[in-house]
């Protein structure tokens, strides 16, 4: 049972890993494609703010993240150790 728990912990970790870094590569991606308009450049620094949002998975919606990283990890080792009673 720890086996299965460490690996659902692993697997939750490495799915969190993969989003988080594909939010931040994407964001990163955007900014780097971004060119503002001459015309409106100086009307508002919103609209910067908003095309190039940069660090969105920092506010608040840690807790979020801590609550499906537990689901899934507890997820994972269920199902992996109902598999493993069952087979044997």
């Known amino acids: ?3 299965c ?10 799915l969190h890993a993969l989003v ?3 939010a931040a590569g994407w964001s990163y991606y955007q900014a780097l494609r971004y060119v ?12 910067l ?3 190039t949002s940069f660090g969105v998975m920092v506010s608040n919606q ?10 899934l990890a507890a997820l994972y080792a269920g199902v992996r150790y109902w598999r493993l009673r069952r087979s044997g």
């Open 49 to 51: 703010q908003r095309q």
């Open 36 to 47: 503002p308009r001459t015309v409106q450049a100086y009307e508002s620094v919103d609209i």
């Open 20 to 22: 988080i870094a594909g």
């Open 62 to 71: 840690t807790w979020g993240l801590g609550v499906t990283f537990i689901l």
């Open 1 to 3: 049972m720890k086996r």
């Open 5 to 14: 728990i460490l690996q659902g912990l692993l697997a939750s970790f490495i």
